[in-house]
T-cell receptor
Framework: AQSVAQPEDQVNVAEGNPLTVKCTYS??????LFWYVQYPNRGLQFLLK??????LVKGSYGFEAEFNKSQTSFHLKKPSALVSDSALYFC?????????FGTGTKLQVIP | DSGVTQTPKHLITATGQRVTLRCSPR?????VYWYQQSLDQGLQFLIQ???????AKGNILERFSAQQFPDLHSELNLSSLELGDSALYFC?????????FGPGTRLLVL
């Protein structure tokens, strides 16, 4: 069975500090990997994706993610966190047309 | 704004009833996905349609069904509703692998 794990329910980081939100996956084949962000009472918004190529993917709002095939991980990163980055972040994997989302990580950026 | 619209925004109904949620995808997107988001279950993939045909099925209950019409809008039908069906229901559309989510329909079953 396919699964995507986000091991941290919540991540707290001080404004201006770097942030990392972790994601690991267990899916067959070579999945496409995604990060989405959800603000309160809103739908999910696409941040970035990895299909193939460079392991470091750059996305919206200064976010980037690093794909590591050997560790089956796709961690989301940002060099300097903003208070406005506080939201719920979801990692997702698509393989053989089946989509699997992680359980989400709440990011709290403290002023 | 993702370009995906969902109606209604809110829906309150009683147990045992049936409701229909509607989704209009972004212009040109052939794929529509349906998701259920609840506090205890997280984000659950329900079903995907592509150009009118069912393409993939997730954790969709037998009481739930969906369809995609020739104009590519989609409807999710929920019947014999139970208290536990209270959740936020999202649809998303896609042209490739990237999904664009609608604002959701919040369903409350009393």
């Amino acid at each position: 069975a396919q699964s995507v794990a986000q091991p941290e329910d919540q991540v707290n980081v001080a404004e201006g500090n770097p942030l990392t939100v972790k994601c690991t996956y267990s899916v067959s084949g070579n999945p496409y990997l995604f990060w989405y962000v959800q603000y309160p009472n809103r739908g999910l918004q696409f941040l970035l994706k990895y299909i193939t190529g460079d392991n470091l993917v750059k996305g919206s709002y200064g976010f980037e993610a690093e794909f590591n095939k050997s560790q089956t991980s796709f961690h989301l990163k940002k060099p300097s966190a903003l208070v406005s980055d506080s939201a719920l972040y979801f990692c997702a994997a698509v393989s053989y047309q089946k989509v699997t989302f992680g359980t989400g990580t709440k990011l709290q950026v403290i002023p | 704004d993702s370009g995906v619209t969902q109606t209604p925004k809110h829906l309150i109904t009683a147990t045992g009833q049936r409701v229909t949620l509607r989704c209009s995808p972004r212009s040109g997107d052939l794929s529509v996905y349906w998701y259920q988001q609840s506090l205890d279950q997280g984000l659950q993939f329900l079903i995907q349609y592509y150009n009118g045909e069912e393409r993939a099925k997730g954790n969709i209950l037998e009481r739930f069904s969906a369809q995609q019409f020739p104009d590519l809008h989609s409807e999710l039908n929920l019947s014999s509703l139970e208290l536990g069906d209270s959740a936020l229901y999202f649809c998303a559309s896609a042209r490739g692998e990237t999904q664009y989510f609608g604002p959701g329909t919040r369903l409350l079953v009393l």
